[in-house]
């Protein structure tokens, strides 16, 4: 069996515990400080309720809920949280994995005998989560992890919900398929041309005549996902570190439209630097680079694959610089961009050359002083123009 734990508005609820006069309000936490010039991070359950979520421009948020209250999105503080709880969760099993920042999956096979049967467990873990840390969870306990990933979504928030042979039945009817992680708006309309709209249609489809629909990999996948058996379970224990990303990457939305190519550049230069900096951490290095930029109304997009990997930020700059080069056009005002290293493979090469060998002994010694003084305390000199003084 698998346990999803999903925090309810994670962002929201801790400002919320924080700061006790956002108790009860609309809440708004913005990707950044402008409270009209960023995207809404996260939403309390009072804002949710008037229709703002995730993902939404903050301004029509606003207009939508003007008396929102606003806060900026304090990462290193969710973060700490998040941690603070994944800390709690290993009390109870030795196979925790951290999902996302607020989502947690607990392998809790062979636990009945010391915390009792998994409501029961559920709801202990609901309890202390709340004791230490003032925030409601949504639980979903499954012999699979995509089951378990729904029945959070079943009953939220706080819900608490296991789903097993005897009543998925139940739980399914009616229930949108789109609550499903993996079918997207996509997926949901091609399902809805065929006449499935809900869980329990979509668990009595026959599988041929999905992998007709879908070709052999999805349509299999489509008919696998609601069953309870456990040939879909994965996510069993710890992250294994010793794993490959498939691509590491960053992104960002500007805080106002740039005219300033120069200021692009510096706004590229530091998400190079956050990439090359997570694939150091993840000792992997990548041979392609991928760069998008957005103005008003056009978006480029392109990728560039060389044959020597590279998880030097200075390096992966110099890279999409030279994609940007084959943009055709005038330059126009950007409003967001991103830079994704993939192809990736381990580093474990020590360098040959001298002149290598110097500048990783460089690297390692910026990253050794970022990781005890904080981000950026070392940084690329042209950062300090967009860098916060
Ligand atoms: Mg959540």
């Known amino acids: 069996m698998i346990m999803h734990i999903d925090m309810d508005a994670f ?5 919320q515990q924080i ?29 949710k309720a008037y229709g703002i979520t995730s993902g939404m421009p903050s301004h029509e948020a606003f207009k939508i809920c003007p008396h929102a209250e606003f806060v900026a999105c304090d990462c290193a503080r969710y973060t700490y949280v998040s941690h603070g709880i994944f800390n709690l969760l290993e009390e109870f099993s030795p ?16 636990l009945e005998p010391i915390f009792g049967p998994p409501l029961e467990l559920g709801k202990t873990i609901k309890k202390r989560i709340r004791e230490a840390f003032g925030l409601g969870c949504s639980i ?35 229930l949108p398929v789109e609550k499903i992680c993996g079918i997207g708006p996509a997926l949901t309309a091609c399902l809805a041309g065929m006449g499935i709209l809900t869980c ?6 026959p599988e041929d005549i999905l992998v007709a629909n879908f070709g052999q990999t999805v349509g299999h996948w489509l008919y696998q996902a609601l069953r309870t058996d456990e040939n879909l379970t994965y996510r069993k224990g710890k992250t294994d570190t010793t794993e490959l990303p498939k691509s590491i990457g960053h992104s960002y939305t500007l805080p106002a439209e740039i005219y300033d190519q120069n200021i692009v550049f510096s706004w590229l230069r530091m998400l190079s630097e ?13 041979k392609t680079i991928s760069l998008w930029i957005n103005s008003r ?11 020597i990997p590279t998880n030097d930020g200075w390096e992966i700059f110099m890279r999409s610089k030279a994609i940007f080069g084959q943009k055709k056009g005038i330059f126009r005002p950007a409003r967001a961009l991103g830079v994704t290293l993939s192809s990736l493979v381990f580093d474990e090469t020590p360098p040959l050359l001298f002149e290598q060998k110097r500048r990783e002994a460089l690297l390692m010694a910026q990253d050794k002083i970022n990781a005890k003084y904080g981000d950026w305390t070392i940084s690329p000199a042209v950062l300090a123009r967009i860098l916060p003084k």
């Open 11 to 15: 962002f929201a609820s801790i400002e």
């Open 19 to 47: 700061n006790p006069c956002l108790k009860g309000k609309p809440v708004i936490v913005g990707s950044r400080d402008k409270k009209y010039r960023t995207v809404v991070a996260a939403a309390s359950y009072e804002a």
């Open 95 to 110: 196979f925790v994995d951290h999902a996302t920042i607020d989502e947690f999956d607990l392998d809790i096979r062979g």
């Open 140 to 174: 979903g306990i499954a012999p699979t992890w995509i089951l378990a990933k729904l029945g959070t979504k079943i009953r939220k928030p706080d819900g608490l919900v296991l789903i097993n042979e005897a009543n998925s039945d139940a739980l399914f009817h009616g």
């Open 200 to 205: 329990d249609q979509l668990k009595t489809a």
């Open 274 to 286: 956050m990439v090359a900096q997570r694939a150091r951490k993840n000792n992997c290095l990548g």
């Open 297 to 307: 109304n056009e978006s480029f997009i392109r990728q560039k694959t060389s044959s």
